[in-house]
């Protein structure tokens, strides 16, 4: 069981995870889907190039026919010419790519149990905010063993002001609430830093049904 601690960074109990993960023989297959997808899905597709009858120009024979030696052509737009038409370039496309979502939260819930080696379970710590000041959370990544520089994500159970404002300042530090976690985040991180209520929000929201999951994982003293 991950350990909790506290803002000074004295352990103060242990917290469990029991999250309903896919099997091992297919977890990596559905983890690297769900990944490509929201990569995918986030593109805007909206790269285009002109074709040769798009470009402006051109209506002009450049040359005549025959007897200059050159090889004939009908347009200065041709793509063989400068400021010609692209052959084959971009034109806007869709690259959204669909999963079901039983499947989407199944390899979220295996992304996250899988990075359970590099999970810090803290107190909830906006309290001890009572104002804006990078400083001291920076202080206080380093009590909960986050070396300085490296990628972290902060899970909280809700956005509070004085934690988004103290976190924004900090480079590779990433803030999200646990009801809006995504595959991308969880994987990219190098540590993940998340609050007590947190998992208990995780647990609500993403502990799915029996029957979408082949194995249930209870994570067990981490030594």
């Given amino acids: 069981m991950p350990i909790v601690k506290d803002w000074t960074g004295n352990e103060v109990g242990e917290v469990s995870l029991e999250l309903r993960v896919a099997k091992e023989a297919t977890a990596k297959g559905l983890v690297h889907r769900a990944l490509v997808r929201q990569l995918a899905n986030a593109r805007q ?29 009908g347009s ?57 000041k990078t400083k001291e959370l920076t202080q206080a990544l380093q009590r909960w063993g986050v070396v300085a520089g490296s990628k972290t994500l902060i899970i909280t159970d809700r956005k509070d002001e004085n934690v988004v404002l103290s976190a924004r300042n900090i480079q590779k530090l990433q803030l999200i609430a646990a009801d809006q976690l995504n595959i991308f985040d969880i994987i990219n991180s190098d540590k993940i830093v998340a609050t007590r209520s947190a998992i208990a929000r995780i647990h609500e929201v993403y502990g799915g049904d029996a029957k979408l999951a082949t194995e249930i994982i209870m994570v067990e003293d981490a030594e």
């Fill in 76 to 132: 200065t737009r041709s793509p063989l010419t400068r400021g010609g038409g692209a052959i084959f370039g971009p034109k806007p496309r869709d690259y959204d790519t669909k999963m079901n979502r039983k499947e989407r939260r199944l390899a979220l819930r295996t992304a996250f149990i899988g990075r359970t080696a590099d999970l810090i379970v803290v107190e909830d710590f906006a309290l001890n905010l009572t104002q804006p």
């Fill in 45 to 73: 597709g909206t790269a285009s190039s002109k074709t040769r009858a798009e470009v402006r120009g051109g209506g002009r024979k450049p040359f005549r026919q025959k007897g200059t030696g050159r090889a004939r052509a």
